[in-house]
């Protein structure tokens, strides 16, 4: 099975996460450092449509700067946190794993289970 971890080596559930993936039989795992390589607005599009979360759910606010932006009021849209988070990557709540069974934002780090 294929696994890709939009990681954050900085975050420790992260970094959990991609153990677990390690780990586990059978799993190739792709890395990507998104704060480096960060996913285009089509593809946060589909990682949240796939894990079933809206943008507002997948939004980092602690560490980031959400609040500043406006993107913690109720009347900020999904497509202004979606743009804002292509801008600004560490908007990003992570860890998100992709595999061939869904999309998992992996906070606690045990949820990776559900689709390994």
């Known amino acids: 099975m294929k ?3 939009w990681h954050n080596p900085k975050c420790g559930t992260s970094r ?13 795992v792709t890395v990507v ?3 480096k390589n960060p996913p285009s607005r089509a593809k946060l599009e ?3 449509r ?9 939004l980092r ?6 609040e500043e932006l406006g993107l913690t009021d109720n009347e900020a ?7 804002a988070m292509v801008t600004e990557p560490i908007l990003i709540n992570r860890p ?3 595999t061939e069974k869904g999309v998992r934002l992996c906070r606690p780090q045990e949820r990776v289970q559900e689709i390994i």
């Open 96 to 98: 998100l794993v992709e």
């Open 3 to 5: 696994a890709t971890i």
């Open 77 to 83: 849209t999904a497509d202004q946190i979606l743009d």
């Open 61 to 66: 606010v602690r560490g980031s700067p959400a």
């Open 16 to 28: 959990k996460t991609l153990a677990l993936l390690e780990e586990a039989p059978n799993v190739d």
């Open 50 to 58: 796939d894990a079933g979360m809206t943008p507002q759910e997948g």
């Open 33 to 35: 450092e998104y704060l």
């Open 46 to 48: 589909q990682l949240y």
